[in-house]
């Protein structure tokens, strides 16, 4: 039963979105909301995990589409088609029914769930939209189609090292898309929709004001709705876990018996991957830089091979209790744990912000999307890490690893991460940015 004023959240089916919508959940109902999390049935949340939740299973009918990294857009089209009436039929019957269900104060939607927008319209619903990136990668998006509009596109490949101008300090290899290809009509819709809020009262971010003010000023000037930063969000929301995949907390224990900042964590997230040579290449890094490693290595990486079979033969005889290799990790327990003292990672924004909130400074290897951006900031913007450049071969990985954890550079990078981790820690306590701006959007919520 719904006996408050209910917020009904409508998450994208990704780890990278769900984790923050399911945070934020946690955040609002801290604040005195019910919370009903809308679904598709392709990657649903663990609803164990939440029990003072409610859950809605939308039907999505992409049970026999191929979820290959290379056909999401057309699984993403699926389900913002196919959840659209039975999202509409349940909120229907909950207002129908305030009594039984509460009032619905509002829906909150991912970014890429376009067709919550169409549903809160025909019901006069108020909608706000989850931005779960920064705002730089939003604003990438509109410079895109600035360059798009001006015939400037496809790029050469050697523009792609060229500063993008009026968008400081990316490069055109940073953006959503690379440029030096053609970019598909449908791409191009898919980002627009995605850019565009509708119908949507305000935009809640996983950034804090301090963070990224520029590009939240611009981006404040284009919408003209009022923004609500309060990350970062795992910071501000109770414990609760938000993993589509199984953890290994064998690792922990592995952690345990490692010296101080010792220990390099390796995990690309839920999709990002490598294909057999990175592995291979990876693999003899890591033994040859000497230092201790937990790696993070999925069944399946983006080739469909298995990820065991791409292993050195005879590795994990080599390494000994060198490394530790787990299928998925409790990613948050292993930031925190006093051992880890660098991270390797594909930059996605829910990691980049667990990692900086640890004081671990980063290897970062991005591979699509927002992940170029993330990377960006963090090497070049507030220098607490590396950039793991490419071709990927065993040279390379052994000395980022080495000037990470062994050399004074960094020690550098993680004196400042440290420092940014305060920083981080101050907007998130009674006072701070991403703290007034949780009391202002419980408050506008309640009023809306």
Partial sequence: MLDRCCVVLVPAPFQGHITPMLQLGSILQSRGFSILVAHSEYNA??????????????????????????NMGNVLEAININCKAPLKDCLVRMMENEELHGQVACIIYDTVMKFVDAVAVSLKLPSMVMRPNTAAYVRAHHTLFDLQAENCLPLSESQMEENVPNFHPFKFKDMPHPLSLE???????????????????????????????????????????????????????????????NEDDYCMEWL????????????????????????????WGLINSGQPFLWVIRDIFVNGAKSNSQLPDGFEEIIGEKGCLVKWAPQMKVLKHSAVGGFWSHCGWNSTLESICEGVPMICRPDFADQFINSRYVTHV???????????????????VRRLMVDEEGKELRNRTIDMKHRFHESVEKGGSSYQSLNQLAEFIFNI
């Fill in 45 to 70: 949340p663990e609803t164990s995990n939440h029990p003072s939740f409610s859950f809605l299973a939308l039907p999505d009918e992409v049970a026999e589409l191929d979820k290959s990294f290379e």
């Fill in 183 to 245: 970019i598909p009509e449908k791409v191009i819709d898919f980002f627009k929709n995605t850019y565009a809020i509708g119908s949507s009262r305000a935009i809640i971010w996983n950034t804090m004001d301090e963070l990224e003010p520029h590009h939240l000023s611009k981006l404040q000037q284009d919408f003209n709705v009022p923004f609500f930063c309060v990350g970062p969000f795992h910071k501000m929301a109770p414990p609760c876990k938000t993993s589509l995949l």
């Fill in 256 to 283: 345990d018996k490692q010296a101080p900042n010792s220990v390099l964590y390796v995990s690309l997230g839920s999709i990002a991957g490598m294909d057999e040579k990175e592995v291979m290449e990876t693999a």
């Fill in 382 to 400: 507030w220098n607490i890490g590396l950039e793991m450049e490419c071709p990927l071969d065993r040279g390379r990985v052994e000395e980022t």
